[in-house]
């Protein structure tokens, strides 16, 4: 069974900066697609950005620019860089393993964005 620990949320001021990661274990991880997802309270769970096993990286329209997801397959490890936070960036964000329709989650680390 695949099982994902995402890590490194927490509360950060408007324009700041974090970089939560997301450990993979019980997978062949460099042939997985992996992706950050993340639902605000009173919202559905939305897509932020997938990285594919060959590094193409695809971004919801909102973050384009601010988060950058990157992945380290030595370290069965994926990251999310966001920058330039925005109070609307508060959420639970989730970590998603896919392949080919098989798809995992992690339970989540909670980002607030405010002063």
């Known amino acids: 069974q695949v099982q994902l620990v995402e890590s490194g949320g927490g509360l950060v001021q408007p324009g700041g900066s974090l970089r939560p990661s997301c450990a993979a274990s019980?997978?062949?991880?460099?042939?997985?697609?992996m992706g950050w997802y993340r639902q605000a309270p009173g919202k559905q769970r939305e897509l932020v950005a997938t990285?594919?096993?060959?590094?193409?990286?695809n971004y919801a329209d909102p973050v384009k620019g601010r988060f950058t997801i990157s992945r380290d397959n030595a370290k069965n490890t994926v990251y999310l860089q966001m920058s330039s936070l925005e109070p609307e960036d508060t959420a639970v964000y989730y970590c998603?393993?896919?392949?080919?329709?098989?798809?995992?989650w992690g339970q989540g680390t909670q980002v607030t964005v405010s002063s």
């Open positions: 990285i594919t096993s060959s590094g193409s990286t």
């Open positions: 019980r997978i062949i991880f460099r042939i997985y697609t």
């Open positions: 998603n393993s896919d392949l080919r329709g098989y798809v995992s």
